[in-house]
């Protein structure tokens, strides 16, 4: 917010009364807490998505493991994660 406040509008404020000034505060506060969600909810999604990454790529420079799990097993993880991230819609 800039510039100067009147005295009505600081008044209203002080008192708690619903003018436009605690509508937009309130407004502010419940835009913060979906920012809030939404940004966990997304550093969520990026950490699965990083670890079934890793999990892909060390299975797949490692011939023993890759033998041993199979490209089916790779192809899930990758569909996994493919789905997990369309489900959330976050990264649409």
Do not use: W
Request: net charge negative.
């Amino acid at each position: 917010m800039s510039g100067a406040i009147d005295a009505q509008a600081l008044g209203d404020l002080m008192d708690g009364d619903d003018g436009g000034f605690a509508v937009a505060i309130a407004q502010l506060e419940r835009d913060l807490e979906r920012q809030d969600d939404l940004t966990r909810r997304l550093r969520d999604q990026c950490r699965y998505q990083h670890l079934v990454l890793c999990e892909i790529y060390d299975a797949s420079r490692h011939p023993a493991i890759l033998e041993r799990n199979g490209l089916d097993a790779l192809n899930a993880k990758a569909k996994a994660a493919i789905a997990a991230a369309n489900k959330s819609g976050l990264l649409a």
